[in-house]
Every structure is written in structure tokens, then in C-alpha cells.
């Protein structure tokens, strides 16, 4: 496997698509390149701090008003 | 001669009793549902907008939209995906209605393999977490999340936000599974190299 092919698995990778022997084709080639490592550690932390952090952060008063909007729209005609 | 049929173990998602009694006109059984997904659609109207006020029209919408059409829903999919797939069709017809010289399509592949291709080779230490507080990191994540084309985002934000499968997401975008996988590889690699200018390990000697 060169970096390229890991690259091309790195998705797979984090979503748990992979058989066994490319796992084990990941975790070698990255033992060996400095580059690779970084990259898998990297993105999985990219992933992980958007996983963790509320970006929009929804306040109970803006659901509140949201909610009642939606109720009136949707059972305004009947 | 009847098939036989072998008996069938699987769960049934409590939505779609929800969903049976909301076609019946059942209000409380509707307003369930709306309770249960509304920050979760105003979420993905605001990724895919970058505009409060259009995800809160958008929600609105979606949720008006998803009760005139009820009697539609097959159950085919789950409700919450056929919901996310309302939102994000409004979402990105409020975008082209915003620029109306540039087109904003789903299906519009983004060939540009900008930033795709990793060039940050420094670790991120120590984690994001503890180089920056939660309101400094959800203005670092909205910030570059923003940059990404809408196609990219949105991919990003329905499979590593709202968490929704990748067969999932390709139902919610009308996209072909192979299609959700590879803007979902080039938006997490686009993501990585614009936040590594905030999170790279800051080398000895070089002024932070
Ligand atoms: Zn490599």
C-alpha cells in the first residue's frame, strides 16, 4: 500500500468499511510513514471535535418560538 | 401456494406508529414528531444556509411541507430521513434563490481537488480541546465549516454531524452512495488541512 491507496481508504477507514487485511495494510504502512500517521490522527480528530462541539447552538427560548411558529403554520387552516 | 413466510424479528422504529397516528389527524402524534426533530432540521437548514433566519424559515417550512404531505410518506425510509431530505431541498433552494447568478445543486459534482490532497504534516498537540474553549472551537468550526462548498457541507454535516448513515445521506441528497463517499473523503481532508492552521503543534522557537 502507498499513500495514494490510503488515502483512497482513509473514509472506509473511520466508518469501520474495511476487511481485516486492509486494516492491517493501513496500520502497517502508517508505522512506517510519518506523513500517513499524521493525516489518519488528524482527520479523526477533525471528525471527533465537530462530533463534540455544538457549532449552532439552539437556546431554549429560539425552540421555544421555533416550535409555536411550526404548530401555527402547520394547523393554521384546519 | 402462499409463500412461506418466515417470522419477522425485526424492530419497528417507534416513529412509525407516530407517523400512523399523525395520518389520522392524530395533532399530539405530530407535534411528537415535530419536537423530536426540530433542532436536528434547523441544525441542517443553518449548516447548509450559514443564515439563522432562513433555517428558522426553512424548519417552518419543511415541517408544513411534511404534514400537507403525509399521506405520501411510504415508510420506505425512515421518517427522519425523508424529513432531512424536505429541509435540505428547501435549504438549497433558499441558496439559489440567494445568489441567482451562481446554480447550487446537489448533484453538481465540485471537481476542484483543492485542498483534498494533504500538505499539514504537523500534529495536532495538545487536542483542540484543550488549546481552545467551547465557544472559541464552535467559532473556529463554524468559521471554516463555511468555507467549503455547499455540496461538501452538507455531505459533512449529515454523516459526522446528525450522524446519519452514508445510505441514509444518499437518500437525503438524492445521490448515489459512491457519491456521498467521495465528497465526504475531500470535505473531512479539506476540513483537516484549514483547521491544522489553528490546531498544528506549535514548533519550538516560532512565535505561536
Ligand atoms: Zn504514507
Keep these: 500500500m502507498n499513500c495514494t491507496d490510503l488515502l483512497s481508504h482513509l473514509s472506509d477507514y473511520f466508518d469501520d468499511q474495511l476487511t481485516v487485511e486492509l486494516r492491517e495494510e493501513i496500520s502497517e504502512h502508517t508505522s512506517g510513514c510519518q506523513h500517513c500517521r499524521v493525516v489518519l490522527n488528524t482527520t479523526h480528530q477533525t471528525i471527533e471535535v465537530y462530533k463534540g462541539t455544538e457549532i449552532y447552538e439552539v437556546s431554549p427560548g429560539l425552540r421555544e418560538r421555533l416550535h409555536s411558529a411550526i404548530m401555527a403554520k402547520c394547523f393554521a387552516k384546519k | 401456494m402462499p409463500a412461506i413466510q418466515s417470522p419477522v424479528t425485526e424492530e419497528v422504529h417507534p416513529d412509525v406508529a407516530l407517523v400512523a397516528r399523525a395520518k389520522e389527524g392524530d395533532t399530539a402524534a405530530f407535534e411528537q414528531l415535530v419536537r423530536q426533530y426540530e433542532r436536528q432540521i434547523f441544525r441542517v437548514a443553518q449548516h447548509i444556509t450559514q443564515n439563522r433566519e432562513d433555517a428558522e424559515d426553512i424548519t417552518q417550512d419543511a415541517f408544513l411541507k411534511a404534514y400537507e404531505k403525509l399521506d405520501q410518506f411510504q415508510g420506505n425510509s425512515k421518517f427522519s430521513t425523508w424529513l432531512v431530505r424536505i429541509a435540505v431541498n428547501e435549504s438549497l ?36 480541546e484543550q488549546q481552545y474553549n467551547q465557544a472559541e472551537l464552535a467559532d473556529i468550526l463554524r468559521k471554516t465549516i463555511q468555507g467549503l462548498p455547499p455540496g461538501f457541507r452538507t455531505v459533512f454535516t449529515l454523516r459526522d454531524v446528525e450522524n446519519l448513515s452514508t445510505e441514509e445521506t444518499a437518500e437525503a441528497l438524492g445521490l448515489s452512495v459512491p457519491a456521498v463517499k467521495s465528497r465526504l473523503l475531500r470535505a473531512r481532508l479539506q476540513l483537516r488541512e484549514r483547521l491544522s492552521r489553528y490546531f498544528r503543534q506549535k514548533q519550538e522557537g516560532q512565535p505561536a
Design chain 2, 93 to 128: 433552494m433558499r441558496l439559489r434563490k440567494r445568489k441567482t447568478s451562481k446554480t447550487v445543486s446537489m448533484d453538481e459534482d465540485v471537481q476542484t481537488e483543492e485542498g483534498s490532497i494533504p500538505r499539514d504534516f504537523a500534529e495536532w498537540r495538545p487536542n483542540p
